[in-house]
Nanobody, 122 residues
Framework: VQLQASGGGLVQAGGSLTLSCAAS????????TGWFRQAPGKEREFVAS????????YYTDSVNGRFTISSDNAKTTVYLRMNSLTPEDTAVYYC????????????????WGQGTQVTVSS
């Protein structure tokens, strides 16, 4: 499966962005999708994940209540709606996919998109 992340950009603190992760290839398989981010000088960290059915959704504590992960009806695009952005949210955001359940561990995801830059100015 191939993943294409998009939607990043420059936004002021308090603003919003919606990231998209479009899947192609073996999209008939039941993939869970995760969003991860990596800020300069920091390790890649888990942001949110969603199971194929959408029945299981997880967020890291720092974005819970501000970010919303969702998928379209065709299950080929996963979105990350980000509200109340702060400069601490500045990072390259990656989407990743795996068969079976949604997890928080990046090592569990074999398929990765190319990343999209999110920059939040103060």
């Amino acid at each position: 499966v191939q993943l294409q992340a998009s939607g990043g950009g420059l936004v002021q603190a308090g603003g919003s962005l919606t990231l998209s992760c479009a899947a192609s290839g073996r999209t008939s398989s039941t993939f869970a999708t995760g969003w991860f981010r990596q800020a300069p000088g920091k390790e890649r960290e888990f942001v949110a994940s969603i199971s194929y059915t959408g029945g299981s959704i997880y967020y890291t504590d720092s974005v819970n209540g501000r970010f919303t992960i969702s998928s379209d009806n065709a299950k080929t695009t996963v979105y990350l709606r980000m509200n109340s952005l702060t400069p601490e949210d500045t990072a390259v955001y990656y989407c990743a996919a795996r068969q079976s359940g949604a997890l928080r561990d990046a090592k569990a995801y074999p398929y990765w998109g190319q990343g999209t830059q999110v920059t939040v100015s103060s």
